[in-house]
């Protein structure tokens, strides 16, 4: 009987366990190995995935097709009508097309092992079928890496420190899998209308989707080339220049690592080998670089040990006193790039038209919202699901958490980013602005950061651009007493 590889969010043939897995069992016997992919928008929609991230999977696919066609491996298309379906829909797949084995990577978050767990159990009640769920999201899996006490880590230094000491001493974490092996030419034959169906290549969205396919260009070949390039031209200097979103030295492979057309392992098995096989010595640009990524699977064991953060809970429960403001109008004004704060205009027009922000302004308009506008962090949450590109449950909600002062190692609540100073400091010939908010195109370095306070009444005016919507110096003053007031009280 044949072996079934089911992708999800693991959309790639290089270095992919489960895929891996699947293709040695498909030798044992000398069987087919066959592929599925569920199209499950309800789901999606129920998850806020941002139809631009759905349109760069969608896109993704058709070129994961293009490279399974090759190995005779066909990819059986589905599409799922509610997110329960999906059940019904792998046992036919399993029925239909005679599996014994159906290997998946094991997804992170409550509802996908929610899911899993109904698949796997409708699955194990078929005669003579086998389930293998792989580890593949993180280079060390959660369940393999706690404090001494043998609880989950909770902050983020003292996790590093073990998760590298941990990939040094294994080797085996950053061992990369082999691309699967191809079906007997029969195949061919065999599943002929597979190969002859096309998979969709696009999704709706509102978008350029010229622009987004300029920018985000779908495939594991790009990706690796991406990385390549990143590695050779900008890594060694990533340190000093990560946080100016003008110059932008930092990867872009967000989007990639987030379908899985990449994955971390990848990238820190090739920075660790461009840093002379060292994680946490070494090159600086290159070792920060690394510590992004482990940043990247801190969240993932956050989201694994403490599944509260994505039930819509605090990660800090007394945070759930806050009394956060019921006004609709700022967090529309914010969404929408109308703050009067240029430099958090910037960044969510980037966001708006491209579906993608640079991570230091990701952190200026996250603390804005919440420190200065005073939201629920989690409308912001939801707002960045919803438009990113890369959006990523786990690091997502950890930035978010980070920002709003409500998550694990989170920034101090007494610690407010000034969105002026922080405009100054990393955009400081105000580029990032110019380009994003053209009506302060003409504005020079000075002015550009903050032009109500910096022009006349009569010259703002003239700009067509609106006027701050709160007093950064009081916003401040109340977020800080808020958060007092919780602690004396809870
Ligand atoms: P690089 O700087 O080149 O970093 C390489 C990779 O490391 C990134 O692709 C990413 O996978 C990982 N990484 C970098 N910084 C972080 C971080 N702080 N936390 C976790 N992983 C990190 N990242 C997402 O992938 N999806 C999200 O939905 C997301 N939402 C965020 C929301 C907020 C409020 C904040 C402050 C950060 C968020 N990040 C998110 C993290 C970070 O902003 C992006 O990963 C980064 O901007 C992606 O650009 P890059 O690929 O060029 O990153």
Redesign the pocket.
Known sequence: RNVLMWFRTDLRLKDNHALHAASVRSKVGNRNLIALFIVSEKEWEQHDEAPIKIDFWMRNLAKLKESLDKLAIPLVIKRAETPESVTSIVEGVVKDMDISHVFWNAELMVDERRRDRRVKRALLALPNTVVEECDDQCVIPPKEIATKTGNPYSVFTPFRNTWSTMVETNPHFLELSDEPTANPDEAKKLYADIFASSAPNSHPHNLDAELMEELYPAGEETAHLRLKD?LAEKAKQ?HET?DFPYENG?????PY??AGVLS?RQ?IAAARAANNNKIMVGNDGLRT?IK??I??EF?RNILVHFPRVCMNKPFQPITEHIRWTADQRRFQMWSQGKTGYPIVDAGMRQLNTIGY???RV??IV?CFLVKDLFVNWQKGEKY??NN?I???LA??N???Q??ASTGTDAQPYFRIFNPVLQSQRFDPNGDYIRKWVPELKHLNEKQIHDPYHTLSAKDFAKLGYSKPIVDHADSKKKFQDEFKRIIAEH
């Open positions: 990143f990533y990560r930092c990867s872009s492979l967000s690592l987030s971390t990238c670089w992004e990524l940043w990247r969240y922000m640079h991570n990701r952190m996250a960045f699901m990113l890369d959006g990523d690091s997502n950890g930035g978010w980070w920002c």
